[in-house]
């Protein structure tokens, strides 16, 4: 696959936001800058990638922060599911409750839904609507790489007390939408290290019946 995964866990949630880019063009997109704007921006430039958008996986804090502030450096649209507008709308309140500082609400300029393509340089990938740890939730597909935000953990799953979350449709949309894909499929998640799918549905106690 001819594409680059750049993990580059930041803020006080060690998030891990992802730079992807075609090698042979250098075009690429961030996804999910939650926070430390200007490190971010400051890691595509020294890679050489040159972004032409930003795609987000869902809009929490944590994953959206930094979002509006790399938009504006690079002059790029914003993508993300429209369910998960008012969680974006929410940045401020959410800045809050967590005691950091206000964070800018980006735009989103462009609306996904399951099964839109998007294109890295001259590499296609897919969306996959995941709804369950927020009602817009998404994955993003590149061939046997696949970025599932908070949807799934190296041996857990995302939380579902949140706002909008629900734990039976996030566990459906896991079986559903993910582990259907083949056991070999990289999995990066949004916190923590990445795993495969195989892995997951084979030794995850959330998803194997060993944790009811």
Same mark, same amino acid.
């Given at each position: 696959?001819? %594409?680059?995964?750049?993990?580059?866990?930041? $803020?006080?949630?060690?998030?891990?936001? +992802?730079?992807?880019?075609?090698?042979?063009?250098?075009?690429?997109?961030?996804?999910?800058?939650?926070?430390?704007?200007?490190? %971010?921006?400051?890691?595509?430039?020294?890679? $050489?990638?040159?972004?032409?958008?930003? +795609?987000?996986?869902?809009?929490?804090?944590?994953?959206a922060g930094a979002a509006a502030a790399v938009c504006e450096a690079f002059g790029v649209k914003f993508a993300m599911h429209p369910a998960d507008a008012f969680l974006l709308e929410a940045l401020p309140e959410q800045a809050r409750m967590f005691g950091i500082p206000p964070m800018a609400v980006p735009r989103v300029d462009l609306e996904l839904k399951d099964g839109d393509t998007l294109a890295v340089g001259g590499v296609a990938g897919d969306v996959i609507h995941t709804p369950g740890h927020t009602p817009g939730g998404v994955c993003f597909r590149f061939g046997d790489v696949i970025l599932v935000g908070d949807t799934l953990f190296a041996g857990s799953i995302?939380?579902?007390?949140?706002?909008?979350?629900?734990?039976?449709?996030?566990?459906?949309?896991?079986?559903?939408?993910l582990l259907t894909l083949p056991g070999d499929t990289r999995a990066l998640s949004g916190h923590g290290p990445a795993t495969s799918i195989g892995i997951e549905k084979e030794h995850n106690p959330f998803l194997n019946g060993r944790w009811q």
């Open positions: 696959m001819p %594409l680059k995964f750049e993990t580059i866990a930041n $803020g006080p949630f060690q998030e891990n936001c +992802y730079l992807v880019w075609e090698e042979e063009t250098k075009q690429g997109i961030f996804v999910d800058p939650g926070d430390e704007a200007q490190r %971010l921006i400051r890691t595509a430039r020294f890679l $050489g990638v040159d972004v032409k958008a930003v +795609y987000n996986t869902h809009g929490h804090i944590d994953h995302g939380r579902t007390d949140l706002p909008g979350g629900s734990t039976r449709q996030l566990l459906t949309s896991i079986r559903d939408r």
